[in-house]
């Protein structure tokens, strides 16, 4: 079975920091494209963070640009978001994706694999 869980979410003051990590398990996804989404309260699920198959090409949405780095370990088969400088706006439920391509994609309907997401509360 193949799963994907994520891990590292919690409470932080705004300004602070949290890493997320995401454990694959049931099969390597060391030729896939990765991802994390957000889903805030009332909103759609968003991509903030993808990354290519060898971690050589990233995404980042405008909104946590220069805050956010996305990482990956191939041999562990699992990939990481550090978040820094958190604001309260990014408070959301996380949610670890993996692709069918290698190349990171930006659409959601490219990612077959979630996990169960982690929550994400900033407070100001």
């Known amino acids: 079975q193949v799963q994907l869980v994520e891990s590292g979410g919690g409470l932080v003051q705004a300004g602070g920091s949290l890493r997320l990590s995401c454990a694959a398990s049931?099969?390597?996804?060391?030729?896939?494209?990765m991802g994390w989404f957000r889903q805030a309260p009332g909103k759609e699920r968003e991509l903030i963070a993808a990354l290519s198959w060898s971690g050589g090409a990233t995404f980042y949405a405008d909104s946590v640009k220069g805050r956010f780095t996305i990482s990956r370990d191939n041999a562990k088969n699992t990939v990481d978001l550090q978040m820094n400088s958190l604001k309260p706006e990014d408070r959301a439920v996380y949610y670890c994706?993996?692709?069918?391509?290698?190349?990171?994609?930006?659409?959601?309907?490219?990612?077959?694999?979630w996990g169960q997401g982690t929550q994400v509360t900033v407070s100001s």
């Open positions: 049931g099969r390597s996804f060391s030729n896939n494209a």
């Open positions: 994706a993996a692709a069918r391509v290698s190349g990171y994609s930006t659409q959601a309907r490219n990612y077959n694999y």
